[in-house]
């Protein structure tokens, strides 16, 4: 897994959000821009976490910030995921894995004793010029906005 660091050009990537609407990395050229990746939609911990970020997204927009969730999710399920909790931010349905490869987020884990692949919880904070400026890897989904605004 070669995950991108701190000082890395994001490449430009293309997935359709929950709507079935085409979203680039180029769409957000001037923006800055947080890329959180999280295993699937409407599991406990990954829930906590999107809903965290849409609770503060009125803060991390005066911060300056756009919002941007992935998952390898089919469309449906992240339109469901988008839905049932109103989030205001898009979700990629990266099924492909264009975006999570792109980042480098997809590896080995282990859970409850099995080890498998699958995507990583991290986070990415890309400045206006499309460069990493920040990587959370370790995300606490309860205060994930307050560990992007610190």
Request: charged residues 25%; contains cysteine.
């Amino acid at each position: 897994m070669k995950t991108l660091k701190e000082g890395d050009k994001v490449p430009n990537f293309s997935a359709t959000d929950q709507d079935g609407n085409t979203i680039s990395l180029s769409d957000y050229a001037g923006k800055k821009l947080v890329v959180f990746f999280y295993p699937a939609a409407n599991t406990p911990t990954c829930t906590v976490e999107a809903c965290n970020l849409g609770e503060n997204y009125d803060a991390l927009q005066k911060a300056g910030y756009e919002i941007l969730g992935v998952s390898k999710d089919t469309q449906r399920k992240q339109k469901n995921f988008q839905q049932k909790y109103n989030f205001p931010y898009p979700l990629l349905a990266d099924v492909d894995l264009e975006v999570i490869n792109a980042f480098g987020v997809w590896g080995p884990k282990k859970f409850m004793g099995r080890e498998f692949d699958g995507i990583h919880r991290i986070t990415f904070l890309v400045n206006e010029q499309g460069i990493v400026d920040r990587v959370i890897d370790k995300v606490k989904s309860k205060e994930h906005a307050a560990q992007i605004l610190a």
